[in-house]
């Protein structure tokens, strides 16, 4: 069990700890980094798309994020951590790209884009495979996060664009992950 479990458990917190240790340098510097954040439509700001998630307005907006992000990071780490690194990437690098193109102007900063793709992608995953453990798992995440709906809607200050952004790219990846498998079920030999 801990030979399973030990891997993910490093995953998650060394996501926490390098998010922790930049807030903790941003707030040190008056939160210039911020200035590294997502601006839309600004061809300079397009590493932004990268850096964003990292990145965070104030200790209490981190706070936020990240105790959501551990509850579904692990909960999406339940089906291996290769592939929580690809719908990870998939989620941010896409959810930027989206924000990016039809954002409200200003710097967007923040990991929950990330965390309602993670949300998306176990409600995806319920939805396309309809395996008992996926819907017990898209349950549980609408029991302790069903309010995200709300963080859909536009609201001021609040990059919902993100949110929106994220839950999509979250659901589209559990879409194409299904696609894949069933592309791979298809190409295995037949025992005759």
Request: aromatic share 14%; proline share 3%.
């Amino acid at each position: 069990m801990t030979l399973w479990l030990l891997p993910r458990l490093k995953l998650l917190f060394g996501i926490a700890a390098v998010m922790v240790v930049l807030q903790l340098i941003n707030s040190l510097d008056g939160y210039s980094l911020n200035r590294f954040g997502l601006i839309p439509r600004e061809v300079q700001a397009l590493p932004g798309i990268a850096l964003a998630p990292w990145l965070h307005g104030s200790w209490l907006h981190l706070f936020g994020n990240l105790s959501g992000f551990m509850v579904l990071g692990a909960l999406a780490l339940l089906e291996s951590r290769a592939e929580f690194i690809r719908a990870s990437l998939f989620i941010i690098v896409f959810s930027g790209v989206l924000v990016w193109l039809f954002g409200r102007t200003g710097i967007h900063v923040g990991s929950s884009g990330w965390l309602f793709g993670l949300w998306g992608l176990l409600l995806g995953r319920a939805w396309f495979r309809r395996s008992l453990a996926d819907l017990l798992l898209a349950a549980l995440a609408l029991v302790l996060y069903g309010g995200f709906f709300y963080g859909l809607l536009p609201q001021q200050g609040v990059s919902f664009e993100y949110h929106l952004a994220g839950a999509l790219c979250g659901g589209l990846y559990a879409s194409w992950q299904r696609g894949g498998q069933k592309r791979r079920t298809r190409k295995r030999p037949r025992q005759g």
